[in-house]
């Protein structure tokens, strides 16, 4: 029997829950939660905000824990490994992306941890707010054991969310790169994109924050509170990664990119953006959208984390703060992610 804490109904405050999990199949892997971060995704979920959604929901989809017990056909674990699980836990497996390793982008559509059937179609995919997890052994990562755990959860989602396009936009020694935001994702980004070797800048709309940034490693930071703040950094990046969901004018930010530029949506506001086809055409500027990383990335991300020491800047909280949690996380009031205890359950 797990124990976790679940959403009875869409927007009804998390309360203790048990449930069952599947039993173990032959690639499966048992393991006992360690951490489990608190993404803003799941309260959009559990508060009902994408949507239909299945209830009682148990969220969670940035995992850390040790393996317990494995199937067996498995052959990538053993008990007592430190492994990692993300935001999906199953995929067609047979289509280009998946065999390519880019399952987020399935052609039929990436099983979530929670919120959703497993491919069984009778299945429910709980989360991991909860002090057990089953997952098929190909979608698990191996975590570092030199990392601080609490820290390493967010990496399964916030952590390869930023990881995923500054790879893919091949920021490195040489590039400007501007992080728009300093929240759970942003504060990622400056971390990987100091580490890969860029010039790291932070636009906010924060002063409070840029103690914050530098010590993370960002070079520059810059107010964006004004149309002189705009103008001073006009044509001054190689790619922006933004991190917020708040409505904005992206307008306004596609014309801080030099020639060849690239803006990645990463953040998902409420409203369509608009900007002007002659910002792209003037400089062969080019806008994207990047979500999370496929398995083969999640693990190279973590390998990475531990080559240079990096994890998420946390809270740890009992099982019995979540809502309280969810709340300070909607007023931006978290440095810069919370995570469960497991044992609290």
Known sequence: MSKGYAVPSAGAPLEPFAFERRDLRESDVALDILFAGICHSDIHQARE??????????????????????????????????????????SCRKCPQCLSGLQQYCVEGMTGTYNTLERDGKTVAFGGYSDSFVIDQDYAVRVPESLKLEGVAPLM??????????????????KRVAIMGLGGLGHMGVKFAHALGAHVTVLSHSEGKRADALSMG??????????????????????????VSADLVLEKYLQLLDVDGALVVIGLPSKPYQFGA????GKRRSIGGSMIGGMPELQEMLDFCGEHGIVSDVEVIAADYINTAYDRTVASDVKYRFVIDASTF
């Open 157 to 174: 989602c916030a952590g390869v969310t930023l990881y995923s396009p500054l790879k893919h936009w091949k920021a490195g020694p040489g």
């Open 218 to 243: 960002a070079d520059a930071f810059v107010v964006m509170n004004s149309d002189e703040a705009f103008a001073a950094n006009a044509n001054s990046f190689d790619l922006i990664l933004n991190t």
């Open 49 to 90: 905000e994408w949507g239909p959604a299945l209830f009682p929901m148990v969220p969670g989809h940035e995992i850390v824990g040790r393996v317990t017990s494995i199937g067996n056909a498995v052959t990538k674990f053993a008990v007592g490994d430190l492994i990692g699980v993300g935001v999906f836990i199953d």
């Open 278 to 281: 002659g910002t792209l055409l």
